[in-house]
């Protein structure tokens, strides 16, 4: 079946180094692909996404590009702020395989980015 | 405001005693599920409805029933909750229906179940 493998965290960071949150994916089908970011209390929202290949999600500074040919989907940002401080999940959505377009969650990575 | 809801937000319990988790949007949106987030877990769906009168199980269904009597709402049950459904669930709400993809989803901002 479907799955999302991501960097186990915590990662630890100091402000304005650069992030790479890696993801990689097993699907049946043309998934679509997201990452959703958990602040500390709070729900996930959209951070950004991708339906197709080559596609480069962008959003606060954050990117992903959707590599087909690695099944990859990592998350980078330039200079990370205390306030990316929380979680990233990364996620697929994908027709085939049974799943009807259901989300599909890695186990997130929690990032903390000290002053 | 466009807002997926869910009531209560916390809730402490003990076993055998019914409850049910509320979830309601605004947003006219056909898709809706359930998941419970455990530390090491991720998220794991329970349960899922494409539409009105349209659900369907998801990888951790067991100990849980849903209903979809109207399109905003999505109430979750736990007919005799046990300590090992302690966790933190969100609800969450999507335009895809009919199983199209690519479409963000809402989610709620969480209800943390503890059972005693």
């Known amino acids: 079946g479907d799955s999302v493998t991501q960097m186990e965290g915590p990662v630890t960071l100091s402000e304005e180094a650069f992030l790479t949150i890696n993801c990689t994916y097993t699907?049946?089908?043309?998934?679509?692909l997201f990452w959703y970011v958990q602040y500390p209390g709070e729900g996930l929202q959209l951070l950004l996404k991708a339906t197709k290949a080559d596609d480069k999600g962008s959003n606060k500074g954050f990117e992903a590009t959707y590599r087909k040919e690695t099944t990859s989907f990592h998350l980078e940002k330039g200079s990370v702020q205390v306030s990316d401080s929380a979680v990233y999940f990364c996620?697929?959505?994908?027709?085939?395989?049974?799943?009807?377009?259901?989300?599909?969650f890695g186990k997130g990575t929690k990032l903390s980015v000290k002053p | 405001e466009a807002q997926v809801t869910q009531n209560p937000r916390y809730l402490i319990t003990v076993t055998g005693k019914k409850l049910t988790v509320t979830c309601s949007q605004n947003m006219n949106h056909e898709y809706m599920s359930w998941y419970r987030q455990d530390p090491g877990l991720g998220l794991r769906q329970i349960y899922y409805s494409m539409n009105v009168e349209v659900t369907d199980k998801g990888d951790v269904p067991e100990g849980y029933k849903v209903s979809r009597k109207e399109k905003r709402n999505f109430p979750l049950i736990l007919e005799s909750p046990s300590p090992n459904q302690t966790s933190l669930y969100f609800c969450?709400?999507?335009?895809?229906?009919?199983?199209?993809?690519?479409?963000?989803?809402?989610f709620g901002p969480g209800t943390r179940l503890t059972v005693t």
């Open positions: 969450a709400s999507s335009p895809n229906g009919q199983g199209r993809i690519g479409y963000e989803q809402y």
């Open positions: 996620a697929l959505s994908d027709r085939s395989g049974g799943s009807q377009g259901n989300l599909i």
């Open positions: 699907a049946t089908g043309y998934p679509s």
